[in-house]
């Protein structure tokens, strides 16, 4: 049972910035994908179907903990997985159920 992966703007613009300072993120980030067709729940659960993921950047070298976190939202129904957000653990500690709520209603998801 695949699920649809799809990226949202906020997704895209960030993570153009850490590819571009990370270059090995990209094929990182192919991996999670084709993770997520297969296992849509991956990560901690946020509630409301909201998932937080952590991956480790490579060319950063320093493991899932330094890595990267990357937000998701999921509509079981539409088989569907929405990549909402992503930020660099060493730039950024967390991001609040706020700002993941604003971002879904900006983007139309919710």
């Known amino acids: ?17 850490l590819i571009k300072k990370y270059p090995s993120l990209s094929n990182e980030l192919s991996d999670l994908g084709k993770e997520l067709q297969e296992n ?3 990560g901690t659960s946020l509630g409301n179907d ?5 991956i480790a950047i490579s060319s950063k070298n320093k493991g899932k903990s330094g890595g990267a976190r990357i937000i998701s939202f999921v509509k079981i129904v539409e088989k569907t997985v929405f990549l ?3 930020y660099s653990k060493g730039v950024r500690d967390s ?8 971002i879904l209603e900006s983007e139309n998801i919710v």
Do not use: C, G, Q, W
């Not at 909201?50 to 952590?54: D, G, L, N, P």
């Open 1 to 17: 049972m695949k699920y649809d992966i799809i990226l949202t703007a906020t997704f895209k613009k960030e993570a153009k910035k």
């Open 40 to 42: 849509p729940t991956k």
């Open 50 to 54: 909201v998932y937080k993921i952590r």
């Open 84 to 86: 909402v957000n992503i």
């Open 95 to 102: 991001i609040s159920s706020k700002e993941i709520s604003e």
